[in-house]
T-cell receptor, first 115, second 113 residues
Framework: DTEVTQTPKHLVMGMTNKKSLKCEQH?????MYWYKQKAKKPPELMFV???????INESVPSRFSPECPNSSLLNLHLHALQPEDSALYLC??????????????FGDGTRLSIL | AQSVTQLGSHVSVSEGALVLLRCNYS??????LFWYVQYPNQGLQLLLK??????LVKGINGFEAEFKKSETSFHLTKPSAHMSDAAEYFC???????????FGTGTRLKVLA
């Protein structure tokens, strides 16, 4: 069982819709991450939150808007997406951003399809 | 610039045979190196990591990897493949000691009965 829970598991939306992806962890981790993974490709980092503050934004288009309401929750708000945004969106968490510490834990992802 | 190269996008082995997945990196600073596994419809799971301690790193599920600085390699091995090892494997190098990885392109492992 994964310790990082992502909902929904699947999402189909039109280009004019607004939807949100949710990620939750209860391991006391203070760093949380969003990745985008296209089919047969490695994950690409989108955002990093550290202690509930945005630490890294990898030049992601503004139609993706992250939010970290508290240390256990991470949201990704979606608006006016394009067909090329269809992908698996992975959330991850770690104790903090220091790679020497405990490992990063990944959720099983939300598979997003844009019509 | 840092980069990661995984040789062989697809590798097939027989059940019980040695698994060898290759990863070479380039880095101007001492790297942190990782191997992750991804099963279908799942996220990534850490197999093992090298963070400048022992050069032979043992991971979960019987996997291990050896950091060879002279060869700039971090190949993943397992003595005996199981059917359950069939998955996608990613090698990754870290920038500046954080989880901002550079991932390799992945190797899909197929285990033949």
């Amino acid at each position: 069982d994964t310790e990082v829970t992502q909902t929904p598991k699947h999402l189909v939306m039109g280009m004019t819709n607004k939807k949100s992806l949710k990620c939750e962890q209860h391991m006391g981790h203070r760093a949380m991450y969003w990745y985008k993974q296209k089919a047969k490709k490695p994950p690409e980092l989108m955002f990093v939150y550290s202690y509930e503050k945005l630490s890294i934004n990898e030049s992601v288009p503004s139609r993706f808007s992250p939010e970290c309401p508290n240390s256990s929750l991470l949201n990704l708000h979606l608006h006016a997406l394009q067909p090329e945004d269809s992908a698996l969106y992975l959330c991850a968490s770690s104790q903090d951003e220091n790679i020497r510490n405990a490992p990063q834990h990944f959720g099983d992802g939300t598979r997003l399809s844009i019509l | 610039a840092q980069s990661v190269t995984q040789l062989g996008s697809h590798v097939s082995v027989s059940e019980g045979a040695l698994v060898l997945l290759r990863c070479n990196y380039s880095s101007s600073v001492p790297p942190y190196l990782f191997w992750y596994v991804q099963y279908p419809n799942q996220g990534l799971q850490l197999l093992l990591k090298y963070t400048s301690a022992a050069t032979l790193v043992k991971g979960i599920n019987g996997f291990e990897a050896e950091f060879k600085k002279s060869e700039t390699s971090f190949h993943l091995t397992k003595p005996s493949a199981h059917m359950s090892d069939a998955a996608e494997y990613f090698c990754a190098v870290s920038l500046s000691g954080t989880y901002k990885y550079i991932f390799g392109t992945g190797t899909r492992l197929k285990v033949l009965a």
